[in-house]
């Protein structure tokens, strides 16, 4: 008997046999499997190494701005303490200064006291001296019609051969401003040739008048101010006839001129 023959049939490939196999058993007899391509495989790993990089990246960055904002805060902590050592360097300085402005107005006050009870220290000038230097300038010699000090109360008193003059020097325009400048009071013998002239403070004269008022005596008034000066005369017989008063402000402009004759003084 003849049988046909038969060709073996290949078996197709199984697109399984290239897929990895994943096998869950759970108990006895249940098991679960399942297949899991390459190409899934690839691409899920290069998905988790770019995942793992960019996070690498991000967190390089946080720690680099971490890093940034702290030098940062570290600099505008010394800012701010530099600040505060500033601040309190410039309250020592200004205590200082009210210091300093304290002892100044009682030193100033302790000589007035001083004038008051010795006198000026100031020797007689007999004749209006020669003048050396012809550069200095002496003060503009207009004044303003209206003045904005004045002299009340003026006396004048002779003991021996020493003339004492005592006045107060008002200011006129009424308000809380301090007024500050230079006062000359210039003592003079016309009856005498060539006439005598006498200065408080010591200065030297042109034409009768200072050369440098910043010689004068230094005076800031308020309201009013007592001016006292005493002269050192020459001998007990010798007195002088007239008295010139010259106030100029701090920047030297002349604000009141005043003569009165010592005799008819009030």
Not at 134 to 152: F, G, M, N, Q, W
Not at 220 to 246: A, H, M, Q
């Amino acid at each position: 008997m003849l049988f046909p023959r038969i060709k073996p049939q290949r078996e197709k490939k199984r697109s399984s046999d290239s897929s990895f196999s994943v096998m869950i058993v759970r108990g006895l007899g249940k098991v679960r499997s399942f297949n899991i391509s390459p190409r899934l495989l690839f691409w899920a790993t290069v998905v988790f190494v770019l995942y793992l990089l960019l996070s690498a990246v991000a967190i390089g960055h946080y720690f680099g701005e971490l890093r940034s904002n702290t030098v940062q805060l570290d600099l505008l902590q010394q800012l701010q303490n530099e600040i505060e050592d500033t601040k309190r360097t410039l309250y020592r300085a200004r205590q200082r200064l009210k210091f300093l402005e304290d002892y100044i107005v009682k030193s100033e006050g302790k000589q007035e006291k001083q004038v008051e009870s010795l006198g000026p220290e100031i020797s007689p000038i007999p004749t209006n001296p020669v003048i050396q230097d012809e550069t200095l300038e002496r003060p503009d010699e207009a004044y303003p019609a209206a003045s904005v000090v004045d002299i009340k109360n003026l006396t004048t008193r002779r003991g021996g051969g020493r003339l004492s003059v005592k006045f107060r020097l008002i200011k006129i325009k009424p308000d809380r401003a301090q007024l500050k400048g230079y006062l000359f009071m210039i003592a003079a013998n016309n009856e005498s040739d060539p006439p005598q002239l006498w200065t408080y403070p010591r200065t030297v004269l042109k034409n009768g008048d200072p050369v440098n008022y910043k010689q004068g005596e230094f005076f800031k008034v308020r309201n009013y101010r007592i001016i006292r000066g005493k002269y050192f005369l020459d001998s007990e017989t010798e007195t002088p006839s007239s008295l010139k008063i010259l106030v100029y402000d701090e920047f030297g402009k002349l604000i009141l001129k005043k003569e009165v004759s010592i005799e008819k003084a009030p």
